[in-house]
């Protein structure tokens, strides 16, 4: 499939922007993972963060090991910004995007990466480490797991990151 073919299939969902380009521009953060570690309630405690996805290099070499990235964003509106309960249940809805671009967009490829934002919140409890994960088909690690950070490539591909006061930007990326 072409990158023309797939432009015109993201155009039936709400997207709100997007940008292709080579896994090896990325720049690989180790501050990200010390951020994810020092900050995040997650780290440990999911297999969609850190240290479950995997070391630094071998996230890394996952990335690489394709010859396509795509990174897009939807938004969201909330009457608070501050209210996190508010914010976080806006996720739900830019989780059904990723779910159907990856099922109708990129179905012809059966090897690909997907990164969301935030961690995987499938299951009320992750079962991490104790447990293998239930829905491995559906949980996909947050793009900071891999020490990518999201504002780099919103520079790089001239991508919005804040859109006002009240608008929460979802960032997914696909390698494929």
Known sequence: MTRANIETKITEYPIFE???FDPSEINFY???RTICKLECPQY???WSCPPAVGTLEECKARCLGYEHAFIFSTISEVSDILNMDEMLATRCE???IV???KDNVFDMYQNKLILTAESCAICEECGYPEQ???HQEKMYPCVE???ISVTDLCE???LSFLNGYNVITWFGMIFF
């Open 18 to 20: 997007y940008a292709f």
């Open 30 to 32: 180790e501050a990200v």
């Open 132 to 134: 293998a994960c239930k």
């Open 44 to 46: 440990g405690n999911s």
């Open 156 to 158: 790089k591909y001239n």
């Open 94 to 96: 830019h989780i059904e």
């Open 99 to 101: 779910e159907a671009i």
């Open 145 to 147: 797991s891999h020490a």
